[in-house]
């Protein structure tokens, strides 16, 4: 069983800056697919960015079009801890944002979709304001 705990969320104003942890404990999440999903009032769920990372290398890095160049998906093996570094903030980044993870690899457009991941977090909320 592997727990997530999501954090650093917060209320920044547009063009802001937040960085998002996810702890994991219960399984190392080496060769898990993990992704950050994002859900605002009234709005589906939707994918932000993911990331696999077996054995050797970090791979399988995707993101929405809405965010590229924006926001930095990446991991540290060592405190078995996803992030999400957002940059460049705007009104519709607002919302619950999830940590998620499955073990093994996803194919790019599973990757994408909710139902393929295990285990969630709670969440940690993301406000922008104009």
């Known amino acids: 069983q592997v727990r997530l705990v999501e954090s650093g969320g917060g209320s920044v104003q547009s063009g802001g800056s937040l960085r998002l942890s996810c702890a994991a404990s219960g399984a190392t999440t080496i060769d898990y697919s993990m992704a950050w999903f994002r859900q605002a009032p009234g709005k589906e769920r939707e994918a932000v960015a993911t990331i696999y990372n077996d054995h050797y290398r970090v791979r399988n890095i995707y993101y929405r079009d809405s965010v590229k160049g924006r926001f930095t998906i990446s991991q540290d093996n060592a405190k078995n801890t996803l992030y999400l570094q957002m940059n460049s903030l705007k009104s519709e980044d607002t919302g619950m944002y999830f940590c998620?993870?499955?073990?093994?690899?996803?194919?790019?457009?599973?990757?994408?979709?909710?139902?393929?991941?295990?285990?969630w977090g709670q969440g940690t909320q993301v406000t922008v304001s104009s």
């Open positions: 998620t993870a499955v073990p093994g690899p996803l194919t790019s457009d599973q990757a994408l979709l909710g139902g393929y991941y295990l285990y």
